[in-house]
C-alpha cells in the first residue's frame, strides 16, 4: 500500500492553494482594468538587471555564511545558546527603517567602525553603493538562512550522528555522507526564499544603495502608481517581479533533490562529530552575533530615554498590533498545514512555488488591488488591520511552507505505512501523528510570522485609519512629526514585543 | 467570526449616527495623527457645526491624489486637504473638484489665482545643518564644498520632488550641470522625509533637505537651537499645500462651510506648531515665539501648476542621468 493514500489535505490543500492564486490574481486583474496599456520604460531595464543582481548576491553570501554559522550552532551546546538563537532572528522582524538605522550606527560615515578606523590614523569606511545593498540583505536574511539550515541539520535523524560517531566517520567523509545531503535539500530553498524577499526590497536598497541607481523594480512600480499614475505599467512591473520570483523557486525546487536521510525514533541529538574544532565554532558563532546584534544593540542604546517619552498611543498601538500579529498567525497556520500536507504528498514539489508568491508580490500592488476589491462594498479603513492581518498572513505562509514541507515528507515517510496499517486518518492522523512532530516547525513559523507582523509597515499605510494605528504606524508618524527620540523608543518596544512573541512562539515549539 | 461581529456593530453604529451630518475629509496621514493639526481642527470645526468632522488619512500628498483617482467619482470624501501645487494640475485633470468661491486676504509670497484650490498653508524647502557648521551659500558653492547632504527620491517623496523643481526653477537648462556637481555631495537618497531626517540627526549627513521652518520645531517645542536652515541665493522653491471641494459631494454646505473655516484664524493658528509650516493666512495674534528667526529667502521660487506638471517628467530624467553614472 502507497503512503499516498493518507491523502493529507487532498482537498482543503488545493483548495487553499487556489484560494491564494485567486486572490493574487484578482488583485493584478483589478489594478490591470483600470489601465490603459502595458508598456517597459526606458529605465525599466536597468531596474530589473539591477534588481536581480543584488538578489543573487544578497541570497547567495546569505546562504552561503549562514552554513558554517548553522554548523557550528547544530553541534554545540553551550549556555546561552538558546538566546543566541532567538536574537540571531531580530534583524528579520525589525521594520526597515529601524535596522538601516541600526546598522548605518555601526557601519555608517559616523558609525562605530568609521570611527574606530578614524582614530586607528585610517579611512572611513562607505557602506553606500552595491556593497551597502548587499551587507544590508545579509544582515536581514543570515538570520533566516541559519535558521532554515539549521533546522536540515535538526531533521537528521540523532541515531545517523550515533551511527557515524561508533564508525569514527569524521572530517570530510562526515562532510560527504552526513551534511552534503541535509545541505542540498536545504540550500535550494533557503536560497530561493531570500533571493525572493531581495527581489521586493525599495528602502534599503535605495537608502543603501546611495541613490538612482540602485533602483529595484519595486521602486519602479512605487514611480509608475504614484509618480505617473499608470497602474497598467505598475500592475506590468509587478507581474515581472512575480515572474522572477516564481522563476526562482521553480528553479529551485527542481534543484532539491529527494534525499533519504532515513529514519529515527525522535530521540534527542548528540553530537560527537566536530571535536577539535570548537574554537573554530566559537569564531564563526561569535562574528555572526557580532554582526547581526551590534546594530540591534544600536537601536536600543539609541532607543532607552525615548521609552520614557513615550506618549499612551503608543502602547495602544502596540496592543493593536499585536491582535493584528495573532490573527496574522492563525491565518498562516490555518492555511499552512493543509497545504503543506498537500504539498509534502506530492512527488515533484512544484506546488511549493504557490508558497512564495505571498512574498513575490509587490506589497504596494498587494494593498492597491485590495483597496480596489474592497472599495465597492465596504470603507477600507475600517477593514484596515483585518486586511493587514491577511496580508501578513500570506507574507508569511512561504516561510512556514518551507519549514514544514520536508518535515512533513520526512513524517510520511516514517510513519506513513504504520499509521495508514493502524487506519489513521483524518484530524486523528495529524492529532495523534503530525502535529506532535511538527511543533518545532509549527512554534518557529508562528513566532517568525507574529514577530514579522508586528514590525510590518506594509499596506496599513494606505488604509491608514484616524483611531487605530498599528504599531510600526505609529512609530513612522511620530518621525514624521520629529519626535526621533520617542520613535526610537517606539522602536525599541517594538524590538522588545517582537522578539518576546518570536521567543515564546519558538519556545513552545522546541520543548514539547 | 469576532470580526463579522464587530464589522455589524459598527454599521449599527453608523446607522444609529446618521442624524448628525458627516464631512469626510482625505489628508496625509500625519495630518490625522494626533501630533498633527488634525485632532485640534476637528475640535474647533466641529464646535461650529452640528456635524462630524472626519479625516482619513492616506500616505502622503501624491498618495492621497492617488486614492482619489484609484475611488474616482465613487469617493467618500468631500474635502481634499493636503494636495500641492506640483500635484493640482493631475487633480484638476481628474475632473472631480469644483471651484470652492472662498475670498481670502492671504499672506503668501507670490500672488495666488487658482480658483479651484484653498491654500492652507506653505513652506520653503531648505538645507538644514547644524548651527556651528558654516552652510554653503548656494548649490553652486554646495557642490564645490565637501559638505555632505541626503535628499528624498523624487519618485516617492514630496520634497525630493520638491527640490527637483527648485534646482529646475533656478538654473532651468542648467540643473543637468548643477546634478553632476552635486552627485559627490549627495551621500544618499531616501525614500521619504523621515528617514532623511532621521539619518541626518544621526550625523550621517551634514544637511538634509527639508524646510525653512524646520529649525522651529526644535526651537519651539524642544527648546534646541542647534539647527538652521541654509538661505540659497538663487531663492527658495516653496510648497503650496491646498484644499480642494469635490464636486459630488453630498454634504455642498457642510463643505463650503469647512472651506471658509480653513482660512479663518481657528485653523490657520494650529498650523505653525503642529504641521510646521506657515499658516496661508496669518492668524491675528501672530505667528508663534520662535518663527521670527527663521530665515527669510531672498527670493521665493514656484512652477504654476501647469509648468510643474509639464516639467516634472524632464526634470526627473535629468535626475536619473545625473545620479545614475
Known amino acids: 500500500m502507497a503512503v499516498g493514500a493518507l491523502q493529507l489535505g487532498r482537498c482543503s490543500g488545493p483548495l487553499i492553494a487556489l484560494i491564494i492564486l485567486g486572490a493574487i490574481g484578482a488583485i493584478v486583474a483589478a489594478v490591470i482594468s483600470r489601465s490603459g496599456g502595458l508598456a517597459l520604460g526606458p529605465g525599466d531595464m536597468a531596474a530589473i538587471r539591477f534588481t536581480f543582481h543584488q538578489a543573487v548576491w544578497s541570497a547567495a553570501l546569505s546562504v552561503l555564511l549562514a552554513i558554517p554559522v548553522a554548523r557550528a550552532l547544530a553541534r554545540r551546546r553551550f549556555r546561552g545558546r538558546g538566546i543566541i538563537i532567538t536574537l540571531l532572528g531580530a534583524p528579520f522582524i525589525l521594520p526597515v527603517i529601524v535596522a538601516v538605522l541600526g546598522l548605518l550606527a555601526v557601519f555608517g560615515r559616523g558609525g562605530w567602525v568609521s570611527t574606530i578606523l578614524v582614530g586607528l590614523g585610517g579611512e572611513p569606511i562607505s557602506i553606500y553603493g552595491f556593497h551597502g545593498v548587499v551587507l544590508a540583505h545579509v544582515f536581514f536574511n543570515l538570520p533566516l538562512a541559519t535558521r532554515l539550515i539549521l533546522q536540515a541539520w535538526q531533521a537528521v535523524p540523532a541515531e545517523r550522528y550515533r551511527l557515524a560517531a561508533q564508525l569514527a566517520i569524521d572530517g570530510w567523509a562526515f562532510f560527504r555522507i552526513i551534511e552534503w545531503p541535509l545541505l542540498q535539500r536545504a540550500v535550494p530553498g533557503a536560497f530561493a526564499l531570500i533571493f525572493v524577499l531581495c527581489l521586493t526590497s525599495f528602502a534599503v536598497a535605495l537608502t543603501l544603495g546611495g541613490g538612482p541607481r540602485a533602483t529595484t523594480v519595486e521602486l519602479a512600480i512605487y514611480q509608475a502608481f504614484r509618480f505617473d499614475f499608470d497602474l497598467g505599467r505598475a500592475a506590468f512591473l509587478s507581474l515581472l517581479q512575480l515572474g522572477l520570483a516564481g522563476t526562482a523557486a521553480a528553479v529551485a525546487v527542481w534543484l532539491v533533490p529527494r534525499v533519504e536521510l532515513g529514519r529515527g525514533l525522535d530521540r534527542s541529538h548528540d553530537r560527537w562529530d566536530g571535536r577539535g574544532a570548537g574554537a573554530q565554532d566559537a569564531v564563526v558563532i561569535t562574528l555572526a552575533f557580532l554582526f547581526l546584534v551590534l546594530p540591534i544593540g544600536a537601536v536600543a542604546y539609541d532607543g532607552m530615554g525615548g521609552l520614557l517619552v513615550l506618549p499612551g498611543s503608543v502602547f495602544w498601538a502596540a496592543v493593536t498590533s499585536l491582535w493584528v500579529a495573532g490573527l496574522s498567525v492563525g491565518l498562516m497556520l490555518t492555511a499552512a498545514l493543509p497545504l503543506a500536507g498537500w504539498m509534502a504528498m506530492r512527488r515533484r514539489a512544484g506546488a511549493e512555488v504557490v508558497g512564495i508568491f505571498g512574498i513575490a508580490i509587490s506589497p504596494l500592488m498587494l494593498g492597491t488591488g485590495a483597496f480596489l476589491l474592497i472599495n465597492p462594498y465596504a470603507d477600507p479603513g475600517r477593514l484596515a488591520l483585518v486586511v493587514t492581518a491577511c496580508v501578513n498572513a500570506l507574507m508569511t505562509l512561504p516561510f512556514a511552507l518551507r519549514l514544514m514541507v520536508p518535515a512533513l515528507r520526512d513524517l510520511v515517510d516514517d510513519y506513513g505505512r504504520l499509521s495508514l496499517n493502524l487506519g489513521l486518518r483524518g484530524w486523528p492522523l495529524w492529532r495523534i501523528v503530525i502535529l506532535p512532530r511538527l511543533r518545532a516547525q509549527m512554534g518557529f513559523a508562528a513566532g517568525l510570522g507574529g514577530a514579522l507582523s508586528l514590525g510590518d509597515l506594509g499596506v496599513v499605510t494606505l488604509f491608514a485609519d484616524q483611531d487605530r494605528a498599528t504599531l510600526p504606524l505609529q512609530m513612522y508618524r511620530l518621525m514624521g512629526a520629529y519626535q526621533m527620540e520617542a520613535a526610537s523608543g517606539a522602536a525599541v518596544l517594538l524590538l522588545l514585543l517582537a522578539l518576546s512573541v518570536f521567543w515564546l512562539c519558538d519556545w513552545w515549539g522546541r520543548h514539547a | ?325
Not at chain 2, 486637504?81 to 506640483?86: E, P, Q, R
Request: charged letters at 20%; a negative charge; one cysteine or more.
Open chain 2, 1 to 325: 467570526m469576532r470580526y463579522l461581529a464587530l464589522a455589524a456593530a459598527s454599521i449599527i453604529g453608523a446607522q444609529a449616527a446618521a442624524e448628525t451630518p458627516v464631512l469626510t475629509v482625505y489628508t496625509y496621514d500625519s495630518f490625522v495623527s494626533e501630533w498633527g493639526p488634525g485632532p485640534a481642527i476637528e475640535t474647533a470645526f466641529e464646535a461650529t457645526c452640528d456635524c462630524d468632522l472626519q479625516f482619513v488619512g492616506t500616505g502622503d500628498g501624491a498618495a492621497l491624489l492617488a486614492r482619489l483617482k484609484l475611488e474616482g467619482s465613487r469617493t467618500e470624501a468631500d474635502i481634499i486637504l493636503g494636495l500641492d501645487t506640483n500635484l493640482t494640475a493631475a487633480a484638476l485633470e481628474t475632473g472631480l473638484f469644483a471651484p470652492h468661491g472662498v475670498e481670502a486676504d492671504y499672506d503668501l509670497p507670490i500672488e495666488w489665482t487658482d480658483p479651484n484650490f484653498l491654500p492652507y498653508d506653505w513652506g520653503y524647502f531648505a538645507f538644514v545643518h547644524g548651527a556651528d557648521v558654516a552652510a554653503p551659500a548656494n548649490f553652486k558653492d554646495l557642490a564645490a564644498s565637501d559638505q555632505k547632504i541626503v535628499i528624498q527620491d523624487p519618485r516617492s517623496s514630496t520634497p525630493g520632488l520638491g527640490l527637483l523643481l527648485w534646482v529646475k526653477a533656478a538654473y532651468g537648462d542648467e540643473a543637468p550641470t548643477i546634478w553632476d556637481g552635486l552627485a559627490d555631495n549627495i551621500v544618499t537618497v531616501t525614500k521619504g522625509w523621515s528617514e532623511a531626517y532621521g539619518l541626518f540627526l544621526d550625523g550621517e549627513a551634514d544637511m538634509v533637505l527639508s524646510y525653512t521652518t524646520s529649525p522651529a520645531y526644535h526651537l519651539i517645542a524642544e527648546g534646541d537651537e542647534t539647527k538652521a536652515a541654509a538661505p540659497f541665493s538663487e531663492g527658495h522653491y516653496m510648497q503650496v499645500e491646498v484644499a480642494g471641494m469635490l464636486a459630488g459631494t453630498d454634504q455642498p454646505d457642510l463643505a463650503a462651510d469647512f472651506m471658509a473655516f480653513v482660512v479663518s484664524d481657528a485653523f490657520q493658528e494650529v498650523i505653525p506648531t503642529t504641521n510646521w509650516m506657515y499658516p496661508a493666512v496669518t492668524p491675528e495674534a501672530g505667528l508663534p515665539e520662535g518663527f521670527e528667526t527663521m530665515i527669510t529667502p531672498s527670493k521665493s521660487l514656484l512652477f504654476s501648476a501647469d509648468e510643474a506638471a509639464m516639467m516634472r517628467d524632464e526634470a526627473l530624467a535629468e535626475w536619473l542621468s545625473a545620479l545614475s553614472n
